[in-house]
């Protein structure tokens, strides 16, 4: 069956380290996005990308990147993580003019 | 600015009962209006939508309403049962162009009593 996965689901890191969250999906969907929950904000997007090369900024990019180099990854990265980046991080997909997002199961980032 | 607003932190209902879950929009370019689900340690699922054309569409015991003039839609899930017990989030999508991502509220906690 196709899925999408996110890795790790638990991380634990240390101000000023870069990490990497991966998202990976197989169901060819082009557009693919990076939510991050927290308590009392609810979901907020980071960046999405509708395409292989393309990524766009969402409302809370700031300390954060991405890159599309095929249809199913779009891994995130925090250059240098803050605690503030504490978090619960959601990737998401969905096949080109759909309205539905898939989500994953989540990564879970601490930032000591 | 928050652009799609769920006032209600938090709902309890008995089992059998209506829950009703409220959302409010600022932004008349939003067009389609989505429900996710999210249980504890699981990325959210989608549940019901609904387009602006409309002003309700049914799903089972899920009902979404839309009203455009007030920027208002709820979600009614009749009877509730103890599995619905979840955080639920509204979600808008502008309409236009190449834009596919969705505005979340922050959501609202439905506890399902037995």
């Known amino acids: 069956d196709a899925e999408i996965t996110q890795s790790p689901r638990h991380k634990i890191t240390e101000t000023g380290r870069q990490v990497t969250l991966a998202c990976h999906q197989t169901w060819n969907h082009n557009n693919m996005f990076w939510y991050r929950q927290d308590l009392g904000h609810g979901l907020r997007l980071i960046h999405y990308?509708?395409?292989?090369?393309?990524?766009n900024k969402g409302e809370v990019s700031d300390g954060y990147s991405v890159s599309r180099s095929n249809t199913e990854d779009l891994p995130l990265t925090l250059e240098s993580a803050a605690s503030s980046q504490t978090s619960v991080y959601f990737c998401?997909?969905?096949?080109?003019?759909?309205?539905?997002?898939?989500f994953g199961a989540g990564s879970r980032l601490t930032v000591l | 600015d928050q652009q799609v607003k769920q006032n209600s932190p938090s709902l309890s209902v008995q089992e059998g009962r209506i829950s009703i879950l409220n959302c409010d929009y600022t932004?008349?370019?939003?067009?389609?209006f989505l429900w996710y689900k999210k249980y504890p340690a699981e990325g959210p699922t989608f549940l019901i939508s609904i387009s602006s054309i409309k002003d309700k569409n049914e799903d089972g015991r899920f009902t979404v309403f839309l009203n455009k003039s007030a920027k208002h839609l709820s979600l009614h899930i009749v009877p509730s049962q103890p599995g619905d017990s979840a955080v639920y989030f509204c979600?808008?999508?502008?309409?236009?162009?190449?834009?596919?991502?969705?505005?979340f509220g922050k959501g609202t906690l439905l506890t399902v009593n037995p």
């Open positions: 932004n008349s370019m939003f067009d389609y």
């Open positions: 979600a808008a999508m502008g309409s236009g162009g190449s834009n596919y991502k969705l505005t």
């Open positions: 998401a997909s969905s096949p080109s003019g759909a309205n539905v997002l898939t």
């Open positions: 990308s509708y395409g292989v090369q393309d990524t």
